[in-house]
């Protein structure tokens, strides 16, 4: 049989098998440069040789186009007769009420299903013999559409008691776009800490413990003054931060900003997470070591001091004994209140005019409005390099597999990781303001 005389169901049949014929031809030949035709076997005895079997790929791949256009031809005809059927369905149209008697309109004439079964004659030659079992019918030509227009029509809505709201067929209220996030604390601390990559389990480092200039003037001939310095390895482990949340396979292929969605949310939670613990984590595994919970971490009590003199008293404790620079001040939202709302006795807010922004600045340092700790709580303190570093092992990792039982409750999960380790290399350069 010609390519011509073949159906669709057999064209597309045959080119599938001569599609797989010619794949095998050219796995055998596969190199890795390129395509070895003489070791090509599976075409039988009598086609060998490079020129030989090139000749026969040629020829079968002629006839695999040949194939492919006289198929692509026939899916044409059948879509032309498909979209002819969605044509004659349309001329029919949704008659209104109103639109002629019986639900006639533009000439077609609409039957109810039972209309159409008491006309039908096997019927009527079933219901006069009166015989046991009973009868299929088949209507093809009766569309859902027709039954819907029949029961839209004047006769059998008119008989109904008034169309209104209160019977039940409210208007309809189309849901906005987007979500309302859930209020939440933000990321405070972390914009602040110095952040590396560690590739390490434990991130380990030697601190000097001791520090002794013995650096003095020598006449000639004298002996060289002598220091000493002593070192200690401190290690800290890397800690892991975790988050999952399950939901239907539904959820994830029916609303396309969800599987976003939930990377966005996971990964902001353990980030969120990780800036909590970084401020006071107690060390204890899992737990990273916060900053609160550092020992040699200096103290300065406010007592009676309004609460600006007690940063400033911090910040000279980091400047004399931590030797360093401080960069900024730790504080609760309602002790930075305090300070942003202090007036003189006449009534003149000392941090400027409530109808400005107001510096958020205190004896020159930016402040940072963190709630991972109570109020009555802040720090002063030098956040640079040298001093302080978050060492991240990976950055936030979102994974989705299945948990139990889930695969056969159409369910995933969806969950979310990291590993970071909090370094403190000078303690002394962090003082804790305590009775704000």
Same mark, same amino acid.
């Given at each position: !049989?010609?390519?011509?005389? $073949?159906?669709?169901?057999?064209?597309?049949?045959?080119?599938?098998?001569?599609? &797989?014929?010619?794949?095998?031809?050219?796995?055998?030949?596969?190199?890795?440069?390129?395509?070895?035709?003489?070791?090509?076997?599976?075409?039988?005895?009598?086609?060998?040789?490079?020129?030989?079997?090139?000749?026969?790929?040629?020829?079968?791949?002629?006839?695999?186009?040949? $194939?492919?256009?006289?198929?692509?031809?026939?899916?044409?005809?059948?879509?032309?007769?498909?979209? %002819?059927? &969605?044509?004659?369905?349309?001329?029919?149209?949704?008659?209104?009420?109103?639109?002629?008697?019986?639900?006639?309109?533009?000439? %077609?004439?609409?039957?109810?299903?039972?209309?159409? +079964?008491?006309?039908?004659?096997?019927?009527?030659?079933?219901?006069?013999?009166?015989?046991?079992?009973?009868?299929?019918?088949?209507?093809?030509?009766?569309?859902?559409? &027709?039954?819907?227009?029949?029961?839209?029509?004047?006769?059998?809505?008119?008989?109904?008691?008034? !169309?209104?709201?209160?019977?039940?067929?409210?208007?309809?209220?189309?849901?906005?776009?987007?979500?309302?996030?859930?209020?939440?604390?933000?990321?405070?601390?972390?914009?602040?800490?110095?952040?590396?990559? #560690?590739?390490?389990?434990?991130?380990?480092?030697?601190?000097?413990?001791?520090?002794?200039?013995?650096?003095?003037?020598?006449?000639?001939?004298?002996?060289?003054?002598?220091?000493?310095?002593?070192?200690?390895?401190?290690?800290?482990?890397?800690?892991?931060?975790?988050?999952?949340?399950?939901?239907?396979?539904?959820?994830?292929?029916?609303?396309?900003?969800?599987?976003?969605?939930?990377?966005?949310?996971? #990964?902001? *939670?353990?980030?969120?997470?990780?800036?909590?613990?970084?401020?006071?984590?107690?060390?204890?595994?899992?737990?990273?070591?916060?900053?609160?919970?550092?020992?040699?971490?200096?103290?300065?009590?406010?007592?009676?001091?309004?609460?600006?003199?007690?940063?400033?008293?911090? !910040?000279?404790?980091?400047?004399?004994?931590?030797?360093?620079?401080?960069?900024?001040?730790?504080? %609760?939202?309602?002790?930075?209140?305090?300070?942003?709302?202090?007036?003189?006795?006449? *009534? +003149?807010?000392?941090? *400027?005019?409530?109808?400005?922004? *107001?510096?958020?600045?205190?004896?020159? $340092?930016?402040?940072?409005?963190?709630?991972?700790?109570?109020?009555?709580?802040?720090? +002063?303190?030098?956040?640079?390099?040298?001093?302080?570093?978050?060492?991240?092992?990976?950055?936030?990792?979102?994974?989705?597999?299945?948990?139990?039982?889930?695969?056969?409750?159409?369910?995933?999960? +969806?969950?979310?990781?990291?590993?970071?380790?909090?370094? #403190?290399?000078?303690?002394?350069?962090?003082?804790?303001?305590?009775?704000?």
């Amino acid at each position: !049989m010609s390519v011509a005389e $073949l159906s669709l169901k057999e064209a597309r049949e045959k080119l599938g098998a001569k599609q &797989d014929e010619l794949g095998k031809v050219f796995a055998e030949a596969k190199t890795e440069d390129g395509y070895d035709f003489r070791k090509v076997t599976c075409l039988g005895a009598d086609v060998k040789g490079s020129v030989a079997v090139a000749e026969k790929v040629k020829a079968m791949n002629a006839e695999l186009n040949e $194939l492919s256009e006289h198929a692509e031809k026939l899916e044409g005809a059948e879509l032309a007769a498909k979209e %002819h059927a &969605d044509r004659e369905k349309s001329r029919r149209r949704f008659p209104l009420p109103g639109a002629g008697k019986g639900g006639q309109q533009g000439g %077609h004439v609409i039957k109810s299903l039972g209309e159409l +079964v008491c006309e039908e004659k096997r019927y009527q030659d079933f219901a006069s013999r009166g015989e046991k079992g009973g009868i299929t019918f088949n209507f093809e030509e009766l569309w859902p559409s &027709d039954m819907l227009a029949k029961g839209a029509a004047f006769d059998t809505i008119g008989s109904k008691t008034l !169309m209104s709201r209160g019977a039940g067929f409210a208007p309809e209220s189309i849901r906005a776009p987007g979500f309302l996030d859930a209020a939440t604390r933000p990321i405070q601390l972390l914009d602040i800490i110095p952040m590396f990559q #560690t590739d390490q389990a434990a991130y380990k480092y030697m601190e000097e413990t001791t520090r002794t200039h013995g650096a003095a003037e020598t006449a000639e001939g004298g002996t060289f003054a002598e220091s000493t310095f002593a070192f200690t390895e401190r290690s800290n482990n890397v800690e892991k931060i975790t988050d999952s949340v399950p939901v239907t396979d539904e959820q994830l292929e029916d609303v396309p900003s969800m599987s976003g969605y939930l990377n966005g949310r996971l #990964t902001f *939670g353990i980030r969120q997470r990780l800036d909590g613990q970084c401020l006071v984590g107690n060390g204890s595994t899992p737990n990273l070591r916060g900053l609160k919970n550092t020992a040699g971490i200096q103290t300065q009590a406010k007592g009676a001091d309004p609460v600006p003199d007690a940063y400033f008293k911090g !910040m000279t404790k980091v400047r004399l004994v931590g030797r360093a620079v401080p960069t900024h001040h730790l504080m %609760h939202p309602t002790d930075w209140q305090g300070i942003r709302l202090m007036r003189t006795a006449d *009534g +003149v807010y000392i941090w *400027g005019s409530p109808s400005e922004a *107001g510096p958020e600045r205190l004896w020159g $340092l930016p402040v940072v409005q963190q709630d991972a700790v109570a109020a009555g709580w802040g720090m +002063v303190g030098s956040f640079q390099p040298a001093w302080i570093s978050l060492f991240e092992k990976k950055g936030v990792d979102i994974q989705i597999g299945y948990v139990g039982t889930q695969f056969a409750e159409g369910k995933r999960t +969806v969950r979310g990781d990291m590993r970071a380790v909090l370094v #403190t290399f000078r303690p002394a350069a962090f003082c804790e303001v305590t009775g704000l």
